[in-house]
């Protein structure tokens, strides 16, 4: 099973809302990532949990936050968003230093 | 700091040859390439470990040179389903941080 699972698919939200994206894997990777992909760009690592710790933090806005519950989830919670933060949202997985697999995105559009 | 491509975009037609480079400044642990068709997430084609290693995937193949800390990808008698855009990964090693380059757009035309 290489799949790693993004829900919502498509996500609308007000600039005064709170929503959360979500992930999950049972690939038993210990790195997860949150890329930010915008059309025709390449994808913008944003967060990399690291054995469920936060590693990496691309001085990221506080309006996105980043949450590890266990090894197989990752969330990202929205709040307060800007309509230049609709994009494609991309979650990914991998061991330490090796192939990452991406699930298939969250297209966020921010009214 | 992100690895960089060139070139931004290639046109081929069917069966046609085609090389995209990859490179960077920083000393390099390994190259991944990924593609991704428009409107899909990016798949893992290849991963490159070992200066002057080559790997394969169908007709597509992939050299590294770890002296130039460079990585090219050769899409050899390209097909219809080679369209899309091709990504070139590095890691940095602390903190499992994978980037990746500006992507290289291939559209193949019958």
């Known amino acids: 099973d290489t799949e790693v699972t993004q829900t919502p698919k498509h996500l609308v939200m007000g600039m005064t809302n709170k929503k959360s994206l979500k992930c999950e894997q049972h690939m038993g990777h210990r790195a997860m990532y949150w890329y930010k992909q915008k059309a025709k760009k390449p994808p913008e690592l944003m967060f990399v949990y690291s054995y469920e710790k936060l590693s990496i933090n691309e001085s990221v806005p506080s309006r996105f936050s980043p949450e590890c519950p266990n090894s197989s989830l990752l969330n990202l919670h929205l709040h307060a968003l800007q309509p230049e933060d609709s994009a494609l949202y991309l979650c990914?997985?991998?061991?330490?230093?090796?192939?990452?697999?991406f699930g298939q995105g969250t297209r966020l559009t921010v009214v | 700091q992100q690895p960089v491509q060139s070139p931004q975009a290639v046109i081929l037609r069917e069966g046609e040859d085609a090389v995209i480079n990859c490179s960077s400044s920083?000393?390099?642990?390994?190259v991944h390439w990924y593609r991704q068709k428009h409107g899909e997430a990016p798949v893992f084609l290849m991963i490159?470990?070992?200066?002057?290693e080559q790997k394969g995937h169908e007709k597509i193949s992939a050299s590294f040179n770890e002296k130039k800390q460079q990585s090219s990808l050769y899409l050899t008698a390209s097909q219809l389903s080679y369209s899309g855009t091709y990504f070139c990964?590095?890691?940095?090693?602390?903190?499992?941080?994978?980037?990746f380059g500006g992507g290289t757009r291939v559209l193949v035309k019958p």
């Open positions: 990964g590095t890691y940095k090693a602390a903190g499992n941080k994978l980037t």
């Open positions: 920083k000393a390099l642990y390994s």
């Open positions: 490159l470990l070992k200066g002057g």
């Open positions: 990914a997985s991998s061991q330490p230093l090796e192939v990452a697999f």
